[in-house]
């Protein structure tokens, strides 16, 4: 094998026993909670006959393991379980919030990387200048604005104070994109931006700090030697090399974005998957709620895994499994 | 060469004037929440679910002597229900991070120190724990624990150990190299004492000035549980839980909302100045060695 | 009238003086040799030229190249810089941008300056290659910088440098980093290729050993100022300044010991 494919397998092994560790800490979280699933699918007034069966049903009577083995080989075939409450899939339900939640995720990425691009080159082009400045105070004030907060105000200014503007956007509600794409990002603005506001500030941090590094290395002052414009110098030359910090933080925010998602999905009424999470837990659905977190833990390894992939297209040197010039 | 030494001259991105006037306000700001936090039941406030007599619910902050805050959707106080949010939120904060603190150095240390089998399997832990967003996995804890401070607690001592136990492996690492370790480790010292009197104490105080932007952290996650619903109960008040109340009225009496949020905006970004600055002093001790 | 004027350029970055009142001329395909311990202010001066300092950097005097003011206190780079005026760094592994291809890395130059097509470019990019002594051209465009040997690299860096046909390089001690057998043939290709095109140049170094031969004339550089300067032969024969002595007999000789003389006074003092 060569070191490469080595290095991939590794990874691949380390993976797989994270996410089983995940799943069986899922299982083992229903086996700890005080709720009995009969009491949920049946009512408080079930006889103790009736909620024998149901354990039977479900399997409850069987030991840990066993259910657990039950459950993964499920997993493996595609099969979530089904919820206590509303007795559908749980995979159907995950699908179909997913829709929901991928559209906001990658639409806030993609937003967020447009604007704090363009600031980071800026403000590491211009370093201690007036908006290098201004940008350290008003991004650190963003950080510490916790995303239902800034939603919050958003609402209040584009939905509500301007109710009577040409333009305003709505407080609540979603159109599938399959439907109407346009009253789909119609819906989808407020909760993309307040969710794009949870990154900018940190983006726009790392490529900045990369930039500073990178624009006084030899090779962006040979290109500027070049005669090159400066424009061209920053954003062929120097740009991509100082990428490697945003992508690995860009990879690293879908989990935050995951976490935002609930908050903005519950705020905008979105059925999305944060929304299906927290309606599961409020009524104790909890092969959904199993179902749901494993299932966000796997693609957000996932997602994590790709980033790896995205470094060797950004920097040629990586392709080279050892021996990297340094 | 000359070019090299005169441009690696660093530039301050704040002045240092500047800067200390931030530190001095997040101290102040961070004193009052504390205080009251801890003072909440022997200040003269109202009980934080009475409904205040002779003013109208929702009264607007500033407009009554009594109520300086204004009143909350039914009627109660403001100021009390945001002061007992703030025991609420110090309390679980400091409990969760002082667990965190002590499970996650224990860790660290060890997988740092020991390296080997340790090292392996308490990565893969870590790395299970991280592979589920935080926000997430402490919904998750909340849906199977009893709602309540407690579950909150413990939900965000799990979400913060494993960051700290990868800091203070880290940290083990490069100190345990030092010559100071390997010199009293060639003295016939015993493992345990080389990790509770040459790296415990360091690597602590390395790793003190990131509890402070975790307890940022913690009271934004905090805020969230609340503001889903699925922390305290009602009607114990909560930042969070106000600003969940206050939403209906956004529109008119928009105060309800933002009154809560200034002060959570206020209490993160003042715990996050003094995180920084703790960081760059110990970065700046560290230098100068 | 000579290729190159400089009168009076003086460098401060906030206290330290790096450069202080440099007066040069270059004569039209002469080679100019400034030589200086490292910290005598050689590359700043190279770097004032081409307008490369940063904005930190106080800059006094006037330089005329080819009847163009090059406008050196202004903060920008003249329109000749990368064209007419090129230059070569001390160290090809990082000069080369490590995330582009060879191939664009010269084409860029060529579309820029000469307004060529992209394949014309490519064409010329590959008879460059040819030029500076790198053999199958073609593939070596599609290479990345870490694929290729110091040496290769600072051939291509050369390729840069003369792709416009330059009047003046502004070689910064372009073999220092290299192995000292291929120290010997960069040398030798850039002479060649002086001589061919008939275009000036600035070689900066610190190494006497290769002045020898090379250079026309000579400019000595110590804590900033250009302590002496005249044809190569007068220079080496008979220095006039102690600090010029005294670099002359560092230089190792196979018939002594390698006599390392000091002058008093470090040429580093006006730096912190």
Redesign the interface.
């Known amino acids: 094998m060569s070191p490469a494919v080595r290095a991939v397998a590794a990874r691949l092994a ?1 993976l797989l ?3 089983a ?2 799943s069986l ?2 299982t083992l ?2 086996d ?4 009995d699933p009969a009491i949920v699918m049946l009512g408080e007034q079930a006889t103790p006959e009736q909620v024998a069966q149901v354990h039977a049903a479900l399997g409850l009577d069987r030991p840990f393991l066993a259910r657990y083995a039950n459950w993964v080989a499920g997993l493996l075939t595609g099969d979530f379980g089904t919820s206590y409450r509303t007795k559908v899939d749980v995979l159907d339900a995950i699908l179909a919030a997913l829709a929901v939640t991928g559209e906001l995720i990658v639409l806030s990425l993609l937003v967020a990387l447009a604007v704090s691009i363009p600031i980071g080159i800026l403000t590491a082009h211009h ?2 200048d007036w908006f ?2 201004l940008w ?1 105070v008003v991004s ?2 963003l ?7 800034s939603a ?2 958003l ?2 200014v584009f939905a ?1 104070l301007a109710r009577d503007w040409p333009v305003h956007f709505p407080a609540t509600g979603w159109t599938a994109f399959t439907a109407d794409p346009l009253d789909n990002l119609w819906h989808a603005a407020l909760p993309v931006v307040t969710l794009a506001l949870v990154l900018v500030p940190n983006f726009s941090r790392v490529l900045r700090s990369d930039l500073v590094a990178t624009l ?4 962006v ?8 414009p400066m424009r ?1 110098v920053l954003l ?2 120097a740009l ?2 100082s990428s490697l910090s945003l992508v690995t933080v860009a990879g690293i925010s ?3 974005l ?3 998602a ?2 903005v999905e ?1 705020l905008f009424g979105l059925p999305g998957l944060g929304q299906l ?2 309606n ?3 009524l ?1 659905d ?1 092969p959904l ?1 199993q179902g ?2 494993v299932f ?2 796997a693609v ?2 996932a997602a994590n895994a790709a980033v790896d992939l995205c470094y060797r297209v ?4 990586l392709r ?1 499994a050892h021996g ?2 340094a | 060469m000359t070019i090299e030494v005169a441009v690696t001259a660093p530039d301050e991105v704040t002045p240092a004037g500047k800067r200390s006037f931030a530190v001095w306000l997040a101290i102040a700001w961070v004193a009052v929440v504390v205080l009251a936090a801890v003072c909440a039941p022997i200040l003269p406030l109202r009980p934080v679910d009475e409904i205040v007599d002779g003013l109208d619910p929702r009264l607007a902050p500033f407009s009554s002597w009594t109520e300086p805050l204004g009143t909350d959707s039914i009627g109660r106080s403001t100021l009390s229900r945001l002061v007992f949010g703030a025991r609420q939120s110090m309390l679980v904060g400091t409990v969760a991070i002082t667990a965190a603190l002590v499970c996650g150095l224990v860790i660290g240390v060890c997988a740092g120190y020991v390296r080997r089998a340790v090292d392996r399997v308490t990565g893969v832990v870590v790395d299970a724990v991280l592979a589920i967003p935080p926000l997430v996995l402490l919904l998750a804890i909340a849906a199977v624990g009893r709602r309540g401070a407690g579950t909150i607690a413990l939900g965000l001592a799990v979400v913060c150990t494993p960051s700290i136990a990868r800091l203070a492996r880290a940290q083990t690492l490069q100190l345990a190299a030092r010559p100071h370790v390997t010199a009293s480790r060639s003295l016939g010292a015993t493992g345990l004492r080389i990790v509770v009197r040459d790296l415990l104490p360091e690597v602590a105080l390395r790793i003190a000035p990131y509890a402070f932007l975790l307890m940022a952290y913690v009271i934004i996650s905090e805020a969230s549980l609340n503001f889903l619903g699925l922390g305290v109960p009602p009607p114990t008040p909560s930042w969070g839980g106000m600003i969940n109340d206050g939403r209906p009225y956004l529109a008119d009496e928009p105060w309800l909302v933002f009154v809560p949020s200034l002060t959570i905006l206020l209490t993160v970004v003042s715990f996050t100045v003094l995180g920084d600055r703790f960081r760059s002093w110990l970065d700046e001790r560290e230098g100068s060695r | 009238m000579s290729l190159l004027e400089v009168r009076g350029l003086s460098v401060r970055f906030r206290a330290a003086h790096a450069v202080r009142g440099v007066d040069l001329d270059v004569g039209a395909g002469e080679c100019l040799a400034l030589v200086g311990e490292s910290g005598s202010g050689k590359s700043v001066t190279a770097r004032a030229l081409l307008g490369l300092l940063p904005p930190t950097a106080e800059i006094a005097g006037r330089a005329v190249f080819d009847g163009i003011d090059l406008q050196i206190t202004s903060g920008r780079r003249s329109p000749v810089v990368g064209s007419r005026l090129t230059t070569v760094f001390q160290d090809p592994m990082r000069a080369l941008n490590p995330v582009l291809r060879i191939g664009d890395q010269i084409t860029e130059v060529l579309r820029l300056h000469a307004g060529m097509s992209r394949a014309a470019a490519r064409v010329r990019a590959e008879e460059l290659l040819a030029a500076v002594g790198m053999a199958d051209p073609g593939r070596r465009l599609r290479a990345y910088p870490h694929e290729l040997s110091g040496g290769m690299r600072q051939r291509v860096c050369i390729a840069i440098a003369i792709a416009c046909r330059p009047a003046l390089v502004l070689a910064d001690e372009p073999t220092t980093a290299l192995d000292v057998t291929v120290q010997r043939q960069i040398l030798d290709l850039v002479d060649e290729l002086r001589r061919a095109s008939g275009m000036a140049m600035v070689l900066i170094t610190h190494d006497l050993a290769v002045v020898a031969g090379r250079a026309d004339r000579v400019a000595v550089m110590r804590a900033g100022e250009i302590v002496e300067s005249g044809p190569t032969r007068d220079v080496f024969t008979a220095p006039r300044h102690p600090y010029t002595a005294a670099l002359l007999d560092a230089v190792p000789r196979i018939d002594g010991p390698r006599a390392a003389a000091v002058v008093e006074g470090s040429a580093v003092e006006g730096v912190r």
Do not use: E, W
Not at chain 1, 314 to 317: C, G, I, M, Q
């Open positions: 380390h026993v994270v996410l560790l995940v800490a899922a979280m229903l700890l909670t005080p709720v370093r201690d290098d400045r350290v650190s004030a950080v510490s604005c916790p995303p239902f907060v919050l105000v609402v209040f509500l006084d290395d030899d090779f002052l040979f290109a500027k030697a070049k005669g090159l061209r062929r030359h991509r090399p879908i989990g935050q995951m976490g935002g609930v908050v519950v999470l927290v599961a837990i409020t104790n909890l709620v749901a977190v966000i833990a957000y390894v950004l920097d040629p040197r080279v990297v010039v």
